[in-house]
């Protein structure tokens, strides 16, 4: 069974850090690219970043672009996005996710996701 | 990186047929045959229902179908059952990265 197991969120004051995690099993995690995606309270799904099997190629939407980065351990089959300079607007539950093809590029076609960690920005 | 619009909400009864818009640009919808759709329940995570525009994953319902013309994607969920009460996600590639619609609720009357 393929399954995607988030970790790292909680309630952090503006501009503080965290790191999130996501353990991995039930396929050749090193073959395919992986996807953060976060929903806001009560919002729409947002793609946030993803990072390519090799962890050589990496991509941001423009809101994470700077604050956000994302790796991967190919030997503990484990995601990590590590979030800089908190802000409230970052409030969200944040997934991983397994792009469904072995590509490099993320083509929004997920085909497994984790239950997700909370993460939320508040003094 | 616009989002996608979706109607915010949709009906039908059971039994009956909805379709889902999804309206992009030609940066996204209308150049790329790289279009998703996701169920979502409340408190659940999204689930995987359309790549590729109109394919199908394994185990999904053939009640689920989709189509693309010009800048407009669609989900067409035919046999309305109770359960396909949820949250509908469209999501298309981009250069720039993969993009979602808003989402639309979708209520079984």
């Known amino acids: 069974e393929v399954l995607l197991v988030e970790s790292g969120g909680g309630l952090v004051q503006p501009g503080g850090s965290l790191r999130l995690s996501c353990a991995t099993s039930?396929?050749?995690?090193?073959?395919?690219?992986m996807s953060w995606v976060r929903q806001a309270p009560g919002k729409g799904l947002e793609w946030v970043s993803a990072?390519?099997?090799?962890?050589?190629?990496?991509y941001y939407s423009d809101s994470a672009k700077g604050r956000f980065t994302i790796s991967r351990d190919n030997s503990k089959n484990t995601l990590y996005l590590q979030i800089s300079r908190l802000r409230a607007e970052d409030t969200a539950l944040y997934y991983c996710?397994?792009?469904?093809?072995?590509?490099?590029?993320?083509?929004?076609?997920?085909?497994?996701w984790g239950q997700g960690t909370m993460v939320t920005v508040s003094s | 990186q616009s989002a996608l619009t979706q109607p915010a909400s949709v009906s039908g009864s059971p039994g009956q047929s909805i379709t889902i818009s999804c309206t992009g640009t030609?940066?996204?919808?209308?150049?790329?045959?790289?279009v998703s759709w996701y169920q979502q329940h409340p408190g659940k995570a999204p689930k995987f229902i359309i790549y590729d525009v109109s394919n199908r994953p394994s185990g999904i319902s053939n009640r689920f179908s989709a189509s693309k013309s010009g800048n407009t994607a669609s989900l067409t969920i035919s046999g309305l059952q109770a359960e396909d009460e949820a949250d509908y996600y469209c999501?298309?590639?981009?250069?720039?990265?993969?993009?979602f619609g808003g989402g639309t609720k979708l209520t079984v009357l």
């Open positions: 030609s940066s996204d919808i209308g150049t790329y045959n790289y």
């Open positions: 990072i390519s099997g090799s962890g050589g190629s990496t």
């Open positions: 039930g396929f050749t995690f090193d073959t395919y690219t």
């Open positions: 996710a397994k792009d469904y093809r072995t590509v490099t590029q993320p083509r929004g076609a997920f085909d497994i």
């Open positions: 999501s298309s590639y981009t250069t720039s990265g993969p993009v």
